[in-house]
């Protein structure tokens, strides 16, 4: 009987890391969660006290990647600045999580998960990497190291019983007797891993509509992820000139669309703004005319192949390449090509 078999036997199949997964969504939920509340509800405080101890062991700065705390990258998704940034994380991840994990399994929206939240903490890193960064040093630091970090360019004052001191990492770093206490800023949250989240279930689930709350506007779900999009790549690129301020970590979000969209893409789903690749397609399909024309030194004529054919194949190419192109279309090519040389030659 199949119930005899060996693979038909619930839970003897396979090796425990290689069984089906349940859904990931709730655990997920649960774990930031539960370290919302071990971190003190977001507030990092004393890093000598338990939950500031915890805020910094988790959350993402340059000055600790510089150390390579690499773990960093993975735990600051979970970490969270408030009540307010925990709620609507979540909400977003069981509101757009579902719809993504009921159509890839929950073994690869884990994987789409972590991807873009780690690539959304990478682009952030990237952007801040060579940026002064602000620390709180031990009070008991020597004169000699203060005056070595000012020789480096950084500026040491004492606040309120605490010595803060803001320039380059490497300054904290490479000198001797310098201990610190405490990074400050740095980013936390959940919300590239969720603007990842939001770019997978644009790609498979495109047409679907949904309506906002405030406007209460009807809107298909990939143009909701084109305009959210365009509005973090522009308040990315004001807060990168110094028109505005943020504390919001803009360029984490769209490091997390971003590997979202790469991840989508390896896993053979396609874009669903096609305006976007009509007109690279249109370029390209220009370029390769332009290019064309110009080896041939004008249109194809002298009473060969008829020019409106020749850039029926020249589109062709732009759109799909040459690897497309029938027999009788490259032999229509070469032979335009032969009968411009030839009035050349004459």
């Known amino acids: 009987m199949l119930s005899d078999r060996d693979y038909m036997r619930p839970g003897d199949a396979g090796r425990p890391w290689q069984r089906p997964l349940g859904s990931v969504i709730k655990p997920l939920i649960w774990a930031n969660v539960l370290v919302f509340l071990v971190t003190g509800l977001g507030r990092p405080g004393d890093a000598s006290t338990f939950s500031g101890g915890f805020f910094e062991l988790l959350h993402l700065h340059p000055y600790y990647i510089h150390r390579w705390e690499v773990w960093r990258l993975g735990t600051y998704m979970f970490v ?3 009540l307010t ?28 998960y972590f991807i873009s939240g780690v690539l959304g ?15 709180s040093l031990d009070p008991r630091l020597p ?22 001191a803001t320039g380059s990492a490497s300054a904290f770093l490479n000198i001797d007797g310098v201990r610190v206490v405490q ?4 980013v936390v949250g959940a919300s590239g891993a969720i603007f990842g989240v939001m770019m997978a279930a ?6 679907l509509r949904i309506l906002l709350l405030l406007p209460p506007v009807p809107m298909k779900l990939k143009t909701f992820v084109a305009l959210y999009a365009l509005i973090e790549a522009g308040m990315a690129w004001t807060s990168a000139t110094g028109h505005m301020g943020s504390k919001i970590a803009h360029l984490a979000h769209l490091g997390g669309l971003a590997g979202a969209f790469l991840y989508m893409k390896h896993l053979g789903h396609s874009s669903p703004w096609g305006f976007c ?15 064309f024309q110009k080896l041939m030194g004008g249109a194809a004529g002298g009473g060969g192949p008829a020019s409106t054919e020749v850039d029926r194949i020249l589109d062709k190419i732009g759109h799909e390449g040459m690897q497309s192109l029938t027999d009788a279309e490259r032999q229509t090519l070469q032979e335009a090509g032969r009968r411009f040389r030839d009035n050349r030659s004459r």
């Open 202 to 207: 644009a790609m498979t689930a495109p047409n």
């Open 143 to 164: 004169a000699a190291s203060i005056a070595a970090l000012q020789r480096l360019g950084a500026e040491v004052v004492s606040y309120q019983g605490e010595v803060i």
């Open 183 to 186: 990074a400050l800023g740095g």
């Open 80 to 82: 969270h600045g408030g």
């Open 121 to 135: 903490g990478l682009a952030w890193l990237l952007a801040n990497w060579w940026s002064p960064i602000v620390v």
């Open 277 to 291: 690749r009509n007109l690279l397609d249109a370029w390209r399909g220009r370029r390769t005319r332009r290019q």
């Open 85 to 112: 940034h925990l709620f609507f994380n979540m909400w977003g991840l069981h509101l757009f999580g579902r719809l993504v994990e009921d159509r890839l399994g929950p073994q690869r929206f884990l994987r789409l």
